[in-house]
């Protein structure tokens, strides 16, 4: 029997989160120009600093040959298919991660191969983009990558019940992924030096609801990856 780890009030049996990696997937979010870049429109801070340590993640699941899944934002000009917050600023005119832009393209530093582009009118079908095996990409229309997308039945097609989550900006994509991944009951590692924008109290947050935050350092060590 695992024994149980307590946060405040909060009682976590560790049975049942406890990350099963031969069974996990990655999950990179919004690691796009737009929101990378040094100047670019919606430039996150931290976001650069990042990226290595995603890059070093991904080759570790190519190698190991474990899903990989790109989840991206497009923002269409009108404003139709924006979070509500944002939507006046779309339609005044900013570009952010539009259709075949180049801000809306994945950086290269972790692509399998970096003259890839975003097939986005595929994307913005509902489809699924193919990068590489077991290495693809899906749109999500809002903050978190289970609301409309096909992320869950695509995850259960790899028989994956873990997920290792990475990526930008954490007070708003991740955070809003990783609650939809919690109440769909998979088991949760959140790589706290390959994500921007996370703080003291989102960790215990994630803490309090059984996620585990390892350094990519730890999680290359626990998972035995290589890397090239």
């Known amino acids: 029997m ?35 870049l040094p100047g670019a429109p919606a430039e996150m801070p931290g976001a650069m600093a990042v990226v290595p340590n995603i890059a070093r993640i991904l080759d570790g699941f190519r190698n190991a040959g474990l899903p990989i899944i790109h989840v991206v934002r497009l923002y269409l000009q009108d404003g139709s298919n924006v979070d ?37 009118d595929l994307l913005l079908n509902g489809d699924i983009q193919t990068l590489g095996p077991k290495e693809t990409v899906i749109y999500k229309p809002r903050w978190g990558a ?55 109290r989102g960790e215990a947050e994630m803490k309090n609801i059984g996620i585990r935050l390892w350094s990519t350092d730890y999680l290359m060590e626990k998972t035995n990856m290589v890397e090239e």
């Open 146 to 200: 289970f609301f409309g997308t096909t992320l869950q039945k695509h995850l259960l097609q790899y028989n994956v019940n873990t997920l290792v989550v990475s990526g930008f900006n954490y007070p708003n994509c991740p955070r809003a992924t990783i609650y939809e991944a919690s109440e769909r009951d998979f088991r949760i590692v959140l790589v706290k030096d390959a994500i921007s924008g996370l703080y003291a």
């Open 84 to 120: 509500p917050c944002r939507r006046k600023l779309i339609e005044d005119g900013t570009t952010i991660v539009a259709p075949d832009t180049v801000g809306a393209q994945i950086v290269a530093e972790i692509l399998p191969d970096s003259g890839i582009e975003l097939n986005s």
């Open 2 to 36: 695992i024994r149980c780890i307590l946060w405040g009030w909060v009682t976590i049996e560790m049975t049942y989160t406890q990350p099963n990696l031969d069974k996990s997937a990655l999950l990179t979010i919004d690691v796009q120009r737009d929101f990378t």
